[in-house]
């Protein structure tokens, strides 16, 4: 297998699981309520980590629902044998409507339109389609207004090829320290339920919650939350307390696979951004911004490289640009590295770089650095 590898700890996402579990059953069972069920995101192959194994994780700890966010997402993982509820939390196309019927998918609804091209689809599928009711109190992405949500739910209510599986609405700011405006889209959304009820419609499970508002707003669980980055171990943002003992569970990884020492003056890399001003020794290593290491890290990010057989642990520099499939480390004058040594480029491990180190960076969010990763890099399953 080539150098360059996603290692994907699988007991770590557990871990996260039943941390999240556990979290969600202390404080509802302190505030006398039912702990909301689970859907966990696994869209955009979750996250990068890989959708199948990650979703069979899911179901082995009895996580209820699942969510994508593309018909062909669902589509991969019904092939792979995962056969739980499914959330669409994209709004597909009218004429995906068959897919995601035949997928025996859920998706967000939010108009009249798409629920009437679901229900049609369904007809000739001889089955129903459960759909979840978007309602967008503020996030202004998919949604139907407030307003609207009594009518279309009653329509879906009594659509005999249409089932009511939910109630819902996201939030924009639920990892934010000022909670105004979130507190507001709860008591909004709570209206909008309450009217929803009182028309005497009293199907579909209520559900708002991503990971900001699990971690800060028990409010807005209702009957289910949709954790998406707290199950990759990372926090959605800077600003929100941190109470949970969540794991990383990507780990990007390569090997050294050039040495050479250069004297000063030496250039290292395209635009020759970077020269040496002692002499020092270069590691080269065979992951680039193809592979999902982002080129913005060039003469700026760090890596942990592992010494000595595997004993110590050591951070460097990466010196000058990022190229598309290659980095070059500053290991240092006296640098005990050897060939083939191991590169941790992220991951669980403190001492190395986090996906949220590389994310404050670049200027971005460790969404975006696990998503990255390309397809080229394969991942590799550990469960310890
Ligand atoms: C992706 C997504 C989530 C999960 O968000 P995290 O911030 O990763 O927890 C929840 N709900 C919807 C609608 C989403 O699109």
């Known amino acids: 297998m080539r150098a360059s590898r996603a290692t994907i700890h699988l007991g770590n996402a557990r871990h996260n699981l039943r941390v999240i579990r556990e979290y969600l059953d202390r404080v509802s069972r302190s505030a006398g309520g039912r702990s909301p069920a689970m859907c966990v995101s696994v869209k955009a192959n979750a996250y990068g980590h890989g959708a199948e194994e990650l979703a069979k994780l899911a179901a082995e700890e009895g996580v209820d629902q699942l969510a994508v966010a593309t018909v062909d997402e669902a589509v991969r993982l019904r092939d792979a044998g995962v056969s739980a509820p499914m959330v669409l939390y994209s709004l597909s196309l009218p004429e995906e409507a068959d897919e995601v019927c035949a997928a025996g998918l859920a998706p967000f609804v939010a108009d009249q339109e798409y629920c009437d091209r679901l229900a049609e689809a369904a007809r000739r599928h ?21 307003a609207d949500a009594p009518v279309l739910a009653r329509r879906i209510h009594d659509d005999p090829n249409l089932r009511l599986a939910g109630i819902a609405t996201h939030f924009p700011v639920a990892d934010d320290a000022d909670r105004d405006f979130t507190e507001h889209q709860c008591r909004l959304f709570t209206e909008v339920v309450r009217r929803i009820r009182g028309s005497g419609v009293t199907d579909g499970l209520v559900h708002a919650a991503n ?15 949709r954790p998406g980055i707290m199950v990759y171990g990372y926090y959605p943002s800077h600003d929100q307390a941190r109470d949970l003992d969540l794991r990383p569970v990507m780990e990007l990884e390569s090997r050294i696979v050039q040495l050479k020492t250069i004297e000063p003056g030496t250039s290292i890399s395209y635009g020759r951004t970077y020269v040496a001003h002692r002499q020092t020794v270069i590691g080269t290593v065979p992951v680039g911004y193809a592979d999902g290491y982002n080129r913005l890290l060039s003469n700026c990010g760090s890596v942990l490289v592992w010494e000595d057989g595997d004993r110590r642990a050591r951070r460097v520099p990466i010196a000058g640009r990022v190229c598309m499939d290659q980095i070059m480390l500053d290991l240092g004058p006296a640098a005990p590295t050897r060939k083939h040594d191991r590169v941790v480029l992220f991951g669980p491990d403190p001492r190395g770089p986090s996906a949220e180190e590389i994310a404050d960076l670049i200027g971005t969010i460790p969404y975006e650095v696990t998503c990255a990763v390309a397809g080229r890099v394969p991942r590799v399953y550990v469960d310890s």
């Open 126 to 146: 001889h089955t129903t389609v459960a759909v979840h009711l978007k309602v967008d109190t503020g996030m202004g992405r998919i949604g139907c207004s407030p």
């Open 211 to 225: 990971s900001g508002a699990v971690l800060a707003y028990p409010e807005a669980w209702f009957d289910l939350v």
